[in-house]
């Protein structure tokens, strides 16, 4: 962090900014409230699940310079992911449109009608059945990496949207999501999503009126971001990378779970509902923001563990 540009090794299953049903959980929140980090400027997003690499901008002036870097392509940016199957040898550039099939529910898939895309993607070692693989995507479409996956026929190993029967017997591999109409295909992502991710319907007593304690957010599942313990970001630019706590002065907040500040409406049918907790493979994608670089400056962070279990010299890469 510096005067102009905070950086972020995001974690997975996070948010960037509030949405559908996130606002405080989320990482704009999070630095505002934990960091005293507020009215930052988002230069880029990152899938909720998509863990890495994430800027913001401190001052409107380095949030639009950088955007319009981004913009005209002038940032390289380099992921790496984990997919099904033995990847090919070599590079491997896929070119097919992408459109978006809905907004509401954010899925996307290759089209003849969607806009220019175009990702390469190489083999850099192997983890059991899969591979490992290092993606650079030169455009900046919705789902990019992932579409071009699925398309390809190497989703991404645990991706839950885009490596799902729920696109058709080879799930989506080529295009083919079963001979179903787009809205055929809304239609059923929606009822997967409803029954998969938000009430849990194995075998659950779902309505309730009990508020259940929550366990305190400083447990050791639940371990918070904290940028001045873990400065995870390595910078080349010239200007020296200072610790949140040096520049905002902020004390450390309270994270106590307070049960008493609960409220619930017995006549609010949300208030009834148990949404299900998730389990840890709704937590984690294996897919992961590793560098990005453009004019002048460049951050890469560190790997998540499930790309270390490979023998892999990222320094050669």
Partial sequence: MDKDIVVVN????????????????????ILAKEHNLKNLRTIHRLDRLTSGLLLFGRTAERARELELQIRTRQVQKEYVCRVEGRFPDGIVECNEKIDVVSYKIGVCKVSPKGKDCKTTFQRIGEVDNDSIVLCKPLTGRMHQIRVHLQFLGYPIS???LYNHEVFGPLKGQGGDIG???????INNLITIHNAENWLGLE????????????????SKDEEPIDIKDKPVISATRSESVNE??????????????DLKKTT????????????????????????HAWKYKGVGW????????????????????
């Fill in 203 to 218: 075998g659950e007593q779902v309505p309730t009126t009990e508020i259940k304690e929550a366990p305190s957010i400083s």
């Fill in 244 to 257: 949140a706590a040096t520049q905002t002065c902020y004390e450390e907040p309270d994270r106590c779970f």
């Fill in 179 to 185: 001979g179903i109409s787009e809205e055929q295909l």
């Fill in 158 to 160: 645990n991706d839950p």
């Fill in 298 to 317: 460049e951050y890469q962070t560190e790997l998540p563990d499930w790309a270390c279990t490979s023998t892999i010299d990222y320094d050669l890469l």
């Fill in 10 to 29: 995001k974690p997975a299953s996070i948010p960037v900014h509030p949405c559908g049903r996130y606002r405080h959980n989320t990482v704009v929140f």
């Fill in 264 to 287: 619930s409406d017995p006549n609010c049918s949300e208030c009834k509902v148990n949404y299900r907790d998730p389990g840890t493979k709704d937590l984690i994608m294996y897919l």
